[in-house]
């Protein structure tokens, strides 16, 4: 940590059935950036968590925040984890076993030192007051109706951000630490199943009717 930067107030966090709880501990200013992403992966996600509601905004996207991993912690219900890949990709999707609340992003090693927190399940309030409210989009033609003039980022500028925190962890193993994965073997905490297609084409489906509904919203 820098001479300008110092430990924040945390973010706790807690799944809808309590089972799962932790926080997030971020440097003020922080670090990571937040984005809203209407891919279609994260609709497919959110639909397979039957979340679609608390997770998709009137556009259809997601609001993460990318940090580093070692600052996400979890003080409870590591039992409960659960993942998935909905592409059969290296991205891993966490969420709560037992209630389905969406907790992160990752990759599927601690190699990649990198965590997109889902912050449905956060106060909204603190999440705006601690990582600010400066806010990117990311894979906006697949989003419902028009976002205006917003501030967009692509999928290159992600990667080599991604690759930026990988190559830092290289020389600080700690920014390695990740709650979602064991320390010593740097396995996930859960074994992640993946969909096969033709859950994936359903859910696909559920998502073309969802994205609908929206934009007769919007009309």
Known sequence: MSAAQR???AIDFQCACGAI???VKETAPPTGRR???HCHD??????FLGQEKIMLDDHAGTHVYQMDSVKFHLSAGQDQLACVSVTGGPLLRWYCATCKTPIANTLNSTRFPFLSLITAGFDQQKIDAILGTDVEHVATGS???NLGKVKTVHMAGMLW???VRSIKAQFNPALKKSALFNSETGLPLAQHMVLEPAERLKIDEKADIYREV???AKS
């Open 7 to 9: 430990l924040g107030p």
């Open 21 to 23: 709880k932790g926080h």
């Open 35 to 37: 984005l809203i992403c």
């Open 42 to 47: 994260c609709q497919a996600f959110a639909h």
């Open 143 to 145: 989003a419902v109706g």
């Open 161 to 163: 951000n991604l690759l």
């Open 214 to 216: 929206l934009a007769a």
